[in-house]
């Protein structure tokens, strides 16, 4: 009985966690599915929101900033309001040139940010992170605290998701689809790209900061290495890849198999001993790495293909062969 | 003027096709035949510079077939393209800027094996601005000098045909007068032309042979002098009335 | 007066020396093959790990070692572009770069793999400082390092500038369609641009860890400044490149000398944000770099 009720919560945090990818992927997928803009710095936006969140929620203590004990509504709010104006910044800077200097620009605010939460340890306690953070639910009993939470997590899943096929379909997003497929033709048609751009690039990094709350609640804790930034951007890009870029349900669908394969090989590989225990983690990065060219190369459409917003009057892509989708 | 024992050179036949899936060219049919010049005009976005970069294996053809000397070279790679002796001098960015002169031409030279000097030599002969300016960053020189380290660099390999797109695009009066010339020269020395051109009076004058293409489709031939005398070509292209 | 050459400038010319290598092959790949290539520091992190074995195997000065631990890179590294680049030669080329950004995790996950996390040394010992004009105080290794490193700079001034292969690199960087046009076999100015780019990583990777350890994250940290040299210099411009390295490695090390008062300008726990600094600098004020390269 005991071992079912393990299986249990271990399944409930296995959906709590692939949730929270689940809404990165989502980010990533506004500007990278819909967009074609290549956000190499996720972990950045999410760590972001998990610190301006974290801060913004716990009691006072002399390790580092805080005592504010505002309500979630306002820190998740402020957590996406400080990352979509970092973004704009970043994006003031790149969006007018080819999508690899907003990867480099991206990766590089990245490590940035993890080099502030290193040394300004007054704000944020150096490498000790921030700890003791408040948990939403957390004086309900035993698995209704955890459900609740998963509920909550699902729940703005869906929001998002109905938010943004809303946008998919409407005019915004078929002028996405024009500028990503054929910049020149959308410039013709008197559309402002790098405004367009922005809002994507802005949307995405929010989510992404929204993700970074739920994270530094659902674990308490929050460090500049809870996870290795790249390990974490990384995974978020092959969700999307493997479940579907510019397709809302693949980037869901993605985030939950891939977060599914990647805990439990890692449940697998810790049994082993120590020495190689250590040495297969490895070997997990490596197999993920490897997925992702796969997908790349064999199905670069992923899980779940892109689906047309309705039909337009252009020539859509017949021979299916090479995927236009991602010219930038 | 065509000598009609010997065989075709370039040979376009009934081609079809465009960029991904927006067809450009609609059964397009042309040949050059040894020692000719062979101009092609027409309107803007006719098809002039496609139906070149067809032979060159720039294009997705669905049809119609590109024969070199008789082979059949549809679709084949660029590369080998040049490698089988055609060389083209495409209408925009066609040298190197960066690249000092005699480096572009050196370039061009890059699928010969043995010792380009001598072909060098000859080339800074027909084009004496070049020698002069040989050590110059080509992107430095003036329009019509670009054009000539094009043309120079699509001779280094003694090519069977050229094809030339717009040589005379933009340039001055004099300039263009001076490219004409040095086609006729090329043409002379027994190497057949197939050229796209916006001055299509002056051109129709040196050429042996030329095409009217309009909307991807063959809309006139003739030889260049009956062309000039054509009343609805004369309308069309060279600027109203019949010619002098 | 001399501290500040011996502490601040010298070790500044070192690192920007290393950064300058490192950069070359990034603007390289950026311009002829057209990608930002995530994967050019781990590509650095393997040169030096097999560099490594190589010197614990035979004994040898790490510079002996170091072509030796090149030639095996370069095939490593050619493998990858045959394995993973070239599918895509002909699709956008963020495709490319997505596929370098995996390449990055791959490789560091297999450098982890072999040969383990722990710190480990190029050299052993400390060695004595030369002292010239009684107060210039430079170590031995600072003056091979520098020496290294501008004979492979000359090496590839000569390659590109008169060596056939050389000079159809800089056609194929200027224009790739004309290259191809004008009958260049581009995969092979293709695989000597990563012959290139993988022997200096290599060499770059080999002159840090003999100036200071070796360890995983050493790629990664060299990724942004190679790239923000690359930019400095201008995409395209090996020279560029060259310079861009060496301003960002001096501005990083005198960064955190005293200019004000006692304490550090800058403190050093954020040396590694000056060459992001210069980068977006530079992409706000001039994205073509100092010297007139590229900008996609
Ligand atoms: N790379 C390309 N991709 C898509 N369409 C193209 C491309 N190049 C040309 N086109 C289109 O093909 C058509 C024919 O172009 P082409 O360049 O062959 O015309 P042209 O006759 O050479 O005109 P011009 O006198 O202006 O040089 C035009 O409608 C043009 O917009
Ligand atoms: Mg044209």
Partial sequence: ?328 | MSNSELQTVLELDQIIGGYGDTQILHGVSMRVDPGEIVVIIGPNGAGKSTAMKAVFGLLNLSGGKVRLNGEDITNMPPDQVVHHGVCYVPQTSNIFPSLTVEENLEMGAFVRTDDFRPRLQELYDIFPPLAEKRRQAAGTLSGGQRQMVAMAKAMMLEPQILLLDEPTAGLSPKYRGEIFAIVKTVNATGTPILMVEQNAKQALKIANRGYVLVDGKNKFEGSGHDLLEDAEVAEMFLGGGAPP | MMEFINFYLIPGLVLGSIYALGAIGITLTFSILRFANFAHGETMLLGVYITYSLVQFSGVHPLIALPFGALLTVIVVLGIDRAFYKPFRNSPTIMVVIASFGMMLMVRSMVQFIWGVQLKGMTQGIQRPMIFFDSLRISPKHITIIGAAIVLMLAVHYLLSRTKIGKAMRAMSDSPELAKLTGIDTEKVVRMTWIVGGALATAAGVFLAIDTHIDTNMGFKMLLPMFAAAILGGIGRPFGAVAGGLVIGIVEEISSYPWIGVEPLLNPGYKAGVAFAIMIGMLLWRPSGLFKGKVF
């Fill in chain 1, 1 to 328: 009985m005991d071992q079912f009720y393990g299986i249990f919560l271990y399944i409930i945090s296995l959906l709590t966690m692939g949730g929270i990818y689940a809404i990165l992927a989502l980010g990533l997928n506004i500007q990278w599915g819909f967009t074609g803009l290549f956000n190499a710095g996720i972990a950045g936006f999410f760590a972001i929101g998990a610190y301006v969140s974290a801060i913004l929620t716990t009691a006072p203590s002399l390790r580092h900033l805080g005592g504010y004990e505002l309500p979630y509504v306002v820190s998740f709010a402020a957590a996406m309001v400080v990352s979509g104006i970092i973004a704009w910044a970043v994006g003031k800077v790149c969006l007018k040139l080819r999508a690899d200097y907003l990867a480099i620009a991206t990766i590089g605010i990245a490590e940035i940010f993890r080099l502030i939460l290193k040394n300004e340890t007054w704000a944020t306690n150096g490498p000790r992170g921030v700890s003791m953070i408040p948990k939403p639910f957390e004086t309900l009993p035993e698995p209704w605290n955890h459900l609740c939470f998963l509920g909550l997590i699902l729940a703005v899943i869906v929001v998002i998701y109905l938010l943004l096929e809303t946008a998919r379909n409407s005019p915004w997003g078929r002028v996405m689809t024009a500028i990503r497929e054929n910049e020149k033709s959308a410039m013709a048609a008197g559309k402002d790209i790098e405004k367009f751009r922005m809002e994507a690039f802005v949307a995405g990094c929010m989510l992404m900061a929204l993700a970074g709350a739920f994270i530094a609640h659902y674990l308490k804790f929050i460090g500049p290495n809870a996870t290795d930034p790249l390990t974490s951007t990384f995974l978020v890009w092959v969700m999307l890849v493997v479940g579907g870029s510019a397709n809302n349900r693949g980037a869901i669908l993605g985030a939950f198999l891939m977060w599914t394969i990647w805990s439990a090989s890692e449940i697998l590989t810790s049994r082993l001993p120590d020495e190689l225990a250590i040495r297969t983690a490895y070997i997990r990065i490596f197999l993920i790495g490897l997925a992702l060219q796969i997908f790349l190369q064999r199905f670069p459409k992923g899980i779940f293909p892109e689906v047309r917003p309705k039909p337009e009057r252009r020539q859509s892509v017949s021979d299916g062969v090479t995927d236009n989708a991602t010219s930038r």
